[in-house]
């Protein structure tokens, strides 16, 4: 998904940011809110597959986890790994962190119930790819959960890049609910469902317009 120049300028970012990186995150000081919203969109009846591509510091993956599913988490950033395997430590939570950026993932085709990418598609040079291996990692009527946000809207509260490394991510400036829904539907899920209003305030500084969507695969 990246050239391997670009990829490294990538992890070498979120690697430097990754032991402050919790400090400021939404997913740890509305981690309870976060929590309902991935129940919710899950809707899961008992324990299922999970695979979160792009885990960061494990927000996705340490939720499903606590919610009683086997998950394997996968980010090329062995900086933000780490934080994320001491965090399911210290909660006491089973979680199979792999390092590995998204293209390069040893994932069985079909073998997930659920994918999720939360604030990944913004830092890939072709997120249309990530949707799609996302779509082959899931059985058939498997759900995805897609999250990011507009983050231009904000400026001084997000993570950027350099600029000549930002100038070649399609979505860096961040992505709409409607960007996010054609290209669900352009991968070939079907019709997505959106989970933003379960959030009383808006999760990130600055009232960024942000998205929780999931779709199935037919």
Not at 16 to 40: I, K, N
Not at 51 to 64: E, H, Q
Not at 191 to 214: C, E, K, N, T
């Amino acid at each position: 998904m990246m050239e391997a120049a670009t990829q490294a300028e990538v992890t070498a970012y979120w690697n430097a940011r990754a032991p402050a990186f919790d400090g400021v995150a939404s997913h740890v000081a509305q981690g309870g809110v976060w929590r309902d919203v991935l129940a919710a969109a899950f809707g899961a009846g008992g324990p299922r597959d999970v695979i979160d591509l792009g885990s960061g510091t494990g927000a996705c993956a340490l939720i499903a986890a606590s919610l009683g599913h086997r998950v394997r988490g996968y980010d090329g950033s062995e900086g933000m790994l780490a934080v994320a395997r001491a965090a399911a430590e210290a909660a006491g939570l089973s979680v199979s962190f792999d390092a590995a950026v998204i293209d390069q993932a040893a994932i069985e085709p079909a073998s997930a119930d659920i994918v999720t990418l939360r604030n990944v598609l913004w830092t890939l040079e072709q997120p249309m790819a990530a949707l799609a291996q996302a779509h082959a990692a899931l059985r058939p009527g498997g759900m995805v959960l897609v999250s990011d946000g507009l983050w231009s809207v904000a400026p001084q509260f997000r993570s950027t890049y350099d600029p000549a490394l930002a100038a070649r991510l399609p979505w860096h400036g961040g992505l709409t609910e409607a960007d996010a829904r054609r290209m669900l539907a352009e991968t070939g899920f079907g019709d997505a469902r959106s989970w933003q209003h379960l959030f009383a305030s808006p999760p990130y500084p600055g009232d960024v317009p942000m998205f929780v969507l999931s779709a199935r695969k037919a």
